[in-house]
Each structure stands twice: as structure tokens, then as C-alpha cells.
């Protein structure tokens, strides 16, 4: 047994005396260019796309220029799957077995994590695996250049899911719902029941077939996989595979600030009570603990962006402080970032952390635009919408088989980018062969639409 | 708790994913950068120089797209840190529009330079242009003797001693040796290890018959005042492109540059396209000078020869017959002879000139000639094609 083991063990069974309640973890020591690539695929192995690649070097780039250290991932399931970094010193990663943990608790119990680990099952690491392995035999079989088209469309639309819908769901009925006949009056009935006339033969009318979306459709993914009228099944398969992999990601996405925070909330915790830690490695975790959970760079006075860890560790803390430690375990199982951020992020608590809005002119000018606590939520919180994406939906599937994409223009305040939206068109006309068009709004915020 | 270590773990192995798809980002980038190769080659300065030469492009990175809003002219965000409404965290630029040199917070921001081989870009090229290869003459071709390395032999002269293998025989014997002294103990050598006379290694050289297949091209340039600057450049392209050509077929091709205005010149490459003069045209000197050279070094009956004459057309009028009959001469002997004129197309023409009738006339005559025009860059292109596909023809 190493050291760390002994450690880990130990952090474990003092974990499990504080409630914590957690699906088993597998920790696994994995070398820094495995880290990168989980950094840089979300998933250990996941589908190739030259998007990654893209990813990856700026990874690289990052990581050579010190930005960026990754400590440890981790996969949330049953078991968890949780990778430390094998170059990390024992501190840096008892400290990490800690956090580990702290997600662990997080995401068994917090309810949009169960939600989709009741319709995925616990094992994304696998299924992400084996989704690899089938567009690899898809490659074999077609060749890269079709996998990858249709690989363009479906990683573009990635975020457009229906967040709050089901992994597993049916096609829509076909036909409209017969209408049933208008209950009779007093007199048709007594009027029926009269001698002589023959009862009127029901006319068969037929069924009648409902419009396809019979409302807007804003999980594109798996519209697409089911109603595109030239998507063959290999194609289908891949659409669905990455729909089920944004549904993993989701909860990911839109916890962020709660897992980190919870997660970090409870290394703290645990590294502070855990006696058996000889003092030096103590002040080393410690030290790595304020590294990571600090708002800014060493020797900056501001950053224009908020770090998770310790917006998160900052909200959890009071809530404990304030509320006790059951309380906190509500917080965790009901919220997301939405709600956690509405409603525990005070004006006192914005004011302690140095919270404020900016806004970046014209010109690159960036200044300190409020500290109103409204503002501030919202500003935290806008990027987080809908999974970060504009809301667009298949509105019409006409019986030539075009498809119309709407976007939500009017709620999402203004018009996608132009050439973005044209390029993503492209991708989706790639795959749906039939004329696609996108409703949208241009700078002066009237109507246009794209087609390809 | 156990903790295991990846490399325990067996599928880890199987990828080395970000760097494969790195490999496949940047072979669609080459993709790209093949589909605008064109509008690329004209800026870039390509004709000095030797085959192997690459050329460095910049590119930006793909960029896949996602659906995302359009940018409101103020962005706002969430920042932590000291500062009060109004203060002003980043000064503006001056001018206000320009993006900045630094602004690298975007995707995309970091360039990075794609090495394209010359080689390489002509053989895009060769496909895009679905040009044939070139057939050497029959006649040309001759047996060449050639000495290639053979095995090895005890005997031999000092310079072709292989040290390696000396080396090599010399422990085996060694070991034989120490082995059978020491019976099994582990000797390893202290000292070091002796060469004896039967230790040396040398290799041997065979004489062998191999196809020769050379080529010879003469590039006759007219650089009288009437060829500006545009039509020198683009006789360069076709030139350059030719001469690739002609190297993707041949093993040795060798070059002469000769440039002419009244009087003609040979020069070295580095300098052929600077040469200008501002006398009169006479074809008539370019081409008893390129028959000269031919006589003296390339003849054509063991070189495959080919002659390509760019000029804009107009010659002195009392060098016509002159000019006719040397250039008949050189049609008469080289695998082919190409006259591409330059001007622009402003340029009102209300008859072929007198150099375009002149190889206009040869072709009739059944002899391997081509003419072109060639005004803009997309002549270029034209031009090779047509060189490339009637020479296979014939």
C-alpha cells in the first residue's frame, strides 16, 4: 500500500463519519498527457473529430505557458471514475482524493445528476468508449470524410438538447388523436331513437396526419435523428450518441459552480480534520487549496472572470455558517447553478468577494459597469443558459422534406452571428440533403433567413 | 482504497487521440490551403531555387462553428476584485475599430505556419490540373553505366573501408577468442579490442547499366523595353511551372536561361529575370544562340530537349524570315518547342503578331509546337495544361 493509498483510505472513512454519502470511486493515477486529453475531450475516450485537435493544442499552448494545471477529473457514476494526475506531489493529491469525494457526494445526490444517471445508468465512461469504438467502425466502413460530416453537424449542435426532456424518447404520434364526437344532446338522442330513419353511417374519414413538429423542437439532435428523411441508420446512431453525451455533460455544465464549490467546501473540510496528516503535508494540501480556490492570479487586483471554485466555496460556506450543514444538503440536492446563485449569492456576500459587471466597449475599453446584486447574478449566470446556446427549434418539416430552424431571437435579445449560423446551416443541409433554412434576426433586429 | 495506475489499464493505450486529431485538423487545412493554391502561388516568390524548397503559409486554425449570438456592441460580464462603477479596468485603443495586435482572449488567435513542399504543391497541382506525364524521347534514352554498392569484401581500396562492419567483426572475434580463453566467464573487454588484417571490411562496387533520362530546357526570354514587369512575371510563373513539370519526369534536367532584346545572352537563373534591356527585338539572336547551345552541350539526339520562348510578340520586321527559319531549326530537334506571349488583355491585337504567326505556322507543319497567351494568372495555369496534355500526346 502507498502513502497516498493509506491516506485515501483513511480520508474515506473520515468522509463517511461526516455523512458523506457517495457511489463508489475508482481512482486511477494517469499520466499528464492522458489528463490533457480528458481535459480537452471531456470523456477519457471519446469520438474523434479535428475539433478536438484544435482544442488540444490550445490546451498545450496553455499548459506550456503555465495557465492551466489540471489536478484531477472525475466522472460522476457507479462507480465514479476519478483520475489523478500521476505528477502531482502526495499532498496535492490527498488533497485532490478529497475533492474527489466532495463530488462524488454531489453528484449522487443532487437531483439533475440522478435525473440523468436514472436514464443513462452510471457508467459514462464506457458508454462514451464504446461510442468511440462505433464511429471508428463507422470510419472503417464509409470513411472518414462522410463520419466526419456528419460528426461537423452533430458536435455543432451538441448543446441543442431539450435540457429538461428524456434521454429516451418516442417519435411523435403520427396521426392526430381522433376527435371525439361531441357528446348528444337531449334531443339527438331522442330524435335517434325515432322510427324510420336509418342511423347515418359514420363517414370514415380517415386518420389525419399531424404536423411534424407538432411544436417547436428545440432538442435538434434528436429531431434530426429521427425525422431527417435521408439520414441513414449509421447516421443516426452517431447523432444519437452525441445526444446522449450532452445529456452526461449537462448537469456537468450546469452545476459547475455548486460542484466545484461543494466539492472544494469539503476538501477543505476534510484535509482540516483529518489528524492523521503529518503537519508539512497538511500545509502543502493547504497551499494547494488556496491555489486553486482563490478569486485571482497572484499579484493581480482584479479578474474578469469568476473562478467557480471559490464563488462556490464562498456561497457554501455561509450557507453552512448560517444554516448548518443539513440545510446545506437540501441546497445541494434541489439546486442548480440558477438557483443556487439566486438565491444564496447575497448583496453582503457579493460585496465580501468584490463582485461586480463590466463591459467591454467598442474599442476594447473595459470598465466596472455595477455592483448591483441583480446584475451581478445575471452576469454570472448568462452564459449559462440553455447550455450556453442560442435557443432555436425545428419549427416546420415541410412534405418536400425542407426543414425550418427558428431561433428565439426575441428572448435571447438579438440575432445569431451570421457567419456561424450559415456554416452550421451547411453542416445540417450536409446531413439533411433537403433544402434547411434558419429564421433569425439581423443587427437592426428584423427578421432574415439563411437557407442552404 | 486502492488506487490503480493507467497504464494498468489496457484501452489507455489504444489512443493518443489529441494528437491524432490534431494530424487531421491540419490535413484539412492542407485542403484547404490546395483549393486557393492558385492565389497562392502568385504572391509567393517560388522560382529560385531547387525542387526541395518548401514554402511556408500562414494559416489560421479551423474554427468549428456553433451557433452563437452575434455580439452586442457592449459585452457585458462577471469579474471579482478591487473597483468601483466607472473605474476603468482596460484602456481603450486610440482608433477604436481596428482589432488589437494583442487581443488573444478569441479562438483562433494563434497562427501557426504550414510547410508546403514544392514538390508537393506541383504534384497537387499535377492532380488538380489532371495533367499527364511527359514521355521521353526513345531515342534518348541510352544506356548510362552506374556503379552501385554491392556486399562487402575482405580486399579492397582503403577509402571504401566500412568501419562499422570492421568493427562489427572484430568483437565477434573477440568474443570467439575470450570466450574460449576465459571458458564462460563474463569478460568484458578492458582493453581495448584489436583489429587484425582479416577483421577489415570493405565494400564493393558494381558496375550497372541503368536507363539514363536527362533533359535538357531552354528558357529563352525577350526582355526588350516593350516586356514590363507584369509579363516578365508571368512568363516566370510558366517557366517555374514547366520546369516543375519537366523535373516530376526526369532524373537530371538541366537548365539554360537565355535572354535576348537586338542581342541575346545566356545567364545564370538568379539573374535571368532582373536581365532588361531597352534595345529592339530580335528573335533571330535568341534562337541561333539556343541552337548553339544545344550543339555544344545538349544534343538532342541524347537529351530530351525541350525550349520555351516567352515574348509579346513583336519582332523586328526584317527579322522575320530570319527568325522563321531558326526557329524551325529548334522545332526540327527538341521534344518541343512552347512560344507563350504576354500582354495584357487591354492590349487591342488586330492580328496575330508576327511571333504567333511564325510558331503558328510551324505547328501546321506537324512539328511538336505550342503557343499560348497569357494575360492573367488563370493563363498560367491554361498554358501548362495544354503544354503537358499535347505532349503526351504525342
Known sequence: ?452 | MTIRLAAETPWYDLFSRGARDWLRHNEKVRDAVKDTLPELLSSADLMTGNGSRTVAVPVKFLEHARLRLADASTQQGAGQGRGEPGDVLQPGREDGNEPGQQGGTGDGEIRFMVELKLDEIVDWLWEELKLPELKPKRTATMDQAEYVREGWDKRGARSRLDRRRTMKEAVKRHAIQGNAAANGSVAVAEEPISLVNDDLRFRQLVKRPSPATSAAVIFALDVSGSMDEAQRRLAKQFFFFALQGIRRQYAKVETVFLAHAAQAWEFDESQFFQASSSGGTVTSSVARLALEVMEKRYDPARYNVYFFYASDGENAAEDRDEARSALAEIAGQVNYSGYCETGGVATFRPRDTQLAEIFGELKTTGLAVGTSHLASQDDVWNAIREFFTEQSKE
Not at chain 1, 472518414?144 to 411523435?172: N, P, Q
Not at chain 1, 371525439?180 to 334531443?187: G, L, N, R, T, V
Not at chain 1, 447575497?346 to 459587471?357: N, P, Q
Open chain 1, 1 to 452: 500500500m502507498t502513502e497516498l493509498e493509506d491516506y485515501a483510505g483513511r480520508i474515506e472513512a473520515l468522509a463517511q463519519r461526516l455523512g458523506m454519502d457517495y457511489y463508489p470511486v475508482d481512482f486511477e493515477m494517469a499520466p499528464a498527457s492522458l489528463m490533457t486529453e480528458i481535459a480537452v475531450y471531456g470523456l477519457p475516450v471519446r469520438m474523434p473529430h479535428w475539433s478536438f485537435g484544435v482544442r488540444y493544442i490550445h490546451q498545450l499552448v496553455r499548459q506550456s505557458m503555465g495557465h492551466s494545471k489540471i489536478f484531477e477529473v472525475m466522472f460522476p457514476g457507479d462507480p465514479c471514475r476519478a483520475f489523478l494526475m500521476d505528477g502531482n506531489s502526495i499532498a496535492e493529491n490527498a488533497l485532490v482524493t478529497a475533492h474527489v469525494l466532495g463530488h462524488a457526494d454531489f453528484s449522487k445526490n443532487n437531483q439533475l445528476f440522478a435525473r440523468f444517471h436514472a436514464m443513462a445508468g452510471g457508467n459514462i465512461v464506457e458508454t462514451a468508449a464504446a461510442h468511440a469504438h462505433r464511429i471508428q467502425l463507422a470510419i472503417e466502413a464509409h470513411g472518414v470524410e462522410r463520419v466526419e460530416s456528419v460528426l461537423d453537424a452533430a458536435l455543432a449542435l451538441e448543446a441543442h438538447i431539450d435540457v429538461g426532456g428524456e434521454l429516451h424518447r418516442a417519435r411523435y404520434p403520427e396521426f392526430l388523436a381522433p376527435q371525439k364526437a361531441p357528446a348528444e344532446s337531449q334531443f339527438q338522442s331522442r330524435f335517434r331513437q325515432l322510427p324510420g330513419t336509418a342511423a347515418p353511417t359514420a363517414q370514415k374519414s380517415g386518420q389525419i396526419r399531424a404536423p411534424v413538429p407538432p411544436h417547436p423542437e428545440y432538442d435538434l439532435l434528436w429531431f434530426i435523428a429521427h425525422y431527417a428523411p435521408e439520414l441513414e441508420q449509421w447516421e443516426r446512431d452517431i447523432f444519437l450518441m452525441v445526444r446522449t453525451e450532452s445529456f452526461y455533460f449537462y448537469p456537468v455544465f450546469a452545476c459547475q459552480i455548486m460542484n466545484e464549490g461543494w466539492a472544494s467546501y469539503w476538501h477543505a473540510r476534510l484535509l482540516r480534520e483529518a489528524d492523521f496528516l503529518p503537519q508539512p503535508l497538511y500545509l502543502s494540501a493547504i497551499k494547494a487549496h488556496s491555489d486553486v480556490v482563490r478569486p485571482f492570479a497572484s499579484g493581480q487586483q482584479t479578474a474578469l472572470a469568476i473562478n467557480p471554485y471559490h464563488l462556490g466555496f464562498t456561497i457554501w460556506e455561509r450557507i453552512v455558517e448560517r444554516h448548518g450543514i443539513e440545510r446545506a444538503r437540501e441546497v445541494r440536492r434541489d439546486e442548480d447553478d440558477f438557483g443556487f446563485i439566486r438565491n444564496f449569492l447575497d448583496e453582503e456576500l457579493a460585496k465580501e468577494a468584490g463582485l461586480f459587471v463590466y463591459e467591454t466597449r467598442p474599442g476594447d475599453e473595459i470598465r466596472v459597469a455595477s455592483k448591483d446584486i441583480s446584475a451581478i447574478r445575471e452576469a454570472i449566470l448568462a452564459p449559462k443558459f440553455n447550455f450556453g446556446s442560442p435557443r432555436v427549434s425545428a419549427a416546420e418539416l415541410k412534405h418536400d422534406g425542407s426543414l425550418t430552424l427558428a431561433h428565439d431571437y426575441a428572448s435571447d435579445g438579438r440575432g445569431l452571428e451570421v457567419n456561424r449560423a450559415k456554416r452550421v446551416l451547411d453542416y445540417v443541409h450536409r446531413v439533411w440533403r433537403r433544402p434547411v433554412k434558419l429564421a433569425t434576426a439581423n443587427d437592426k433586429n428584423e427578421a432574415v433567413e439563411l437557407a442552404a
